[in-house]
């Protein structure tokens, strides 16, 4: 067991990159790996806190920008922080919100000094520098923050990469400087698009920089799958081992394994919040669209494999009758069963790791999908 | 303490009609004077079963009209009854779909053999019968069935209404022939428009007939405050003393201290649940409307003097975030909040009668709501 910062690695697989470990922070140490529900607008959509503590969350993700814009830093300064605000004790990660306001386009325009952009709710002028985007984060009070960073269309050429990944290089260094509260991490993020040899060098210049933990960014961004899992493969073990690694906005369930396979220890996903409210649920042998007829007078849970609030108490019919009457249980009850079914799986990952079978869970794994 | 059937009746104030009693039903007793949040599709919308149970939801109602059209009572029956298919194990009562089915308008027509009318989903033609509006109930399983029963428009004409009343109480006959399962209660409602007498009439017609409880309808429909009091005080003491005496969908919170004045025992309304979706929430010192700006950076609980799962975890400024941000969390919590208002107001009431200081109890009830 080796400490470098607040990661501590307490063991690796033998037979690939999957990592053991655990995260220390203001609010509670997080096992990793970890999954990480998106807060966006400081509630993870459709659940209370206590929802999130019973499914066995330990740190969810919160959205600069949208925070940013409303209902404003400043005011939730004042209430002492986003934890308290929205009543979550556990612990909480920042986006920059370099990634929103680069999906915003037309609306934002990148400069040496940083991304200037129009709100998306009544298209204010807005500007964002690395100093300004740690600023908010603490007064947002998250435990973990994230750098700046610019992200890359994809696909892009390799001049335009190195331009925009020397940007964040230069933006990281920035954000370091301006980092005051030492209680809050810093997380850098490597970029370097789709070129190997770019994200390993871009992942060298962080590393000298130093931050408390590395995230992976500019993935699932419209690349092959397995473009994705290759460069997680190439940056992973260039990131230093006692520090944790995040790979950001990634994924499906197969990606969580994937990621854990080849060394990640964070994720995050809007995924099974947003795949709830459409009707799409996760099960350990496949995808259930709920309001398929075949459900109709289901009397099963969703998932017999699953323990969470929803299968434990309601059937496949009475879902399909409230997701077809677009009642607000729905999305409450499928919200529920989705991210329990992510946390889940992650723990169950964790339990592989140590015990140091994770090539048998993944199999299992993908026995029981194909399954069905 | 008088007793006959299922209705039992503690204590009566000296100072006016107000009653303190309890209703036994198969799925427990519960205490009256009681409000019953509506779960119109099966669910009160935004909330769980859970959540009704912890603020002291004791029965909740059912319509009949929505569960006939969607997913049908057949298939409700399969699951064991609606009690089953929600996870709601406390009392339920269904209404008759009567209601609703005038609520369609051109889309429903009235025969002396039942109401003809067309889905409003996808426009099937269907028909109930008062024999069918029994067995649909008696499928559904729910504690108390309601007869089905015509409603009068207002304003109506006494020969309209006189017609209307008579069909009624030919229904009425047939609903209590057609009805089998005596484990399921069933109330017969007064109509009679806003005609003292003929409300009069109608109670001792029904009356002779013979229910479990009995219901006041038709009010509530756009006639002005003091006719629906005039009219509650004019019909209650014709009903028979020991049943309960129900006011359908009935209303404010002035109106629930009103009806138990006047003798009523059981309450339903949308009120605080729609109310709660649109951001119009209920304190003990009047209507809060959370979109405001002046709650923007409000820290106080929506209301002090509330001890709700909301009130005690929320601050103004974040419900008012929520609700400008449109997150589904903002309809569960402001649900939770209204639902636990009404519940604890009866709560008082119940006590204050127990006490017989109810008009104390009204005198307070007022000063408080004038105090903002």
Not at 64 to 87: A, S
Not at 152 to 175: F, G, M, N, V, Y
Request: include cysteine; aromatic fraction near 8%.
């Amino acid at each position: 067991m080796a400490r470098s910062g607040p990661f501590t690695l307490h063991c690796t697989s033998s037979e690939c990159g999957a990592r053991r470990g655990e995260v220390k922070t203001r609010h509670g140490t997080f096992q990793t790996p970890v999954f990480m529900p998106v807060g966006t607008q400081g509630t993870v959509k459709a659940v209370t806190p206590e929802n999130l503590k019973e499914m066995g969350a330990q740190i969810i993700l919160g959205n600069t920008y949208h925070l940013f814009i409303r209902p404003g830093h400043e005011l939730i300064k004042k209430f002492g922080g986003l934890h308290q605000f929205m009543n979550w004790d556990g612990a909480i990660l920042t986006d920059s919100g370099g990634f929103q306001i680069f999906s915003l386009k037309e609306l934002a325009k990148i400069t040496e000094e940083g991304a200037a952009f129009r709100s998306h709710l009544d298209g204010s002028r807005l500007f964002l520098s690395p100093e300004d985007a740690v600023m908010v984060q603490e007064a947002l009070g998250s435990d973990i923050m994230m750098c700046l960073d610019t992200c890359i269309p994809h696909p892009a050429d390799r001049k335009q990469t190195i331009e925009s990944t020397d940007l964040t290089t230069r933006w990281a260094e920035r954000c370091r400087k301006a980092h005051r509260n030492r209680d809050q991490l810093l997380f850098g993020i490597v970029q370097g698009g789709m070129y190997p040899e770019l994200r390993e060098r871009h992942a060298r210049q962080l590393t000298e920089i130093g931050f408390d933990g590395y995230a992976i960014g500019g993935l699932s961004v419209g690349e092959p799958k397995e473009m994705m899992y290759d460069i997680a493969e190439a940056v992973a073990p260039q990131l230093p081992e006692h520090h944790s690694r995040y790979l950001m906005g990634v994924g499906t369930p197969e990606d969580l394994v994937e990621g854990v396979r080849r060394g990640i220890d964070m994720f995050d996903c809007v995924m099974p919040t947003r795949n709830a409210r459409n009707g799409t649920l996760f099960t350990s042998t496949g995808k259930v669209v709920i309001k398929n007829a075949r459900y109709r007078e289901d009397q099963r849970p969703l998932d017999e494999r699953c323990n969470c609030y929803t299968c434990r108490n309601y059937s496949r019919a009475y879902l399909r009758h409230l997701f077809q009457s677009r009642e607000i249980l729905s999305y409450h009850l499928n919200t529920i069963h989705n991210l329990h079914y992510y946390i889940n799986l992650m723990e169950g990952m964790r339990q592989a790791i140590e015990q140091d079978s994770f090539m048998a869970f993944r199999k299992d794994f993908y026995g029981r999908l194909e399954g069905e």
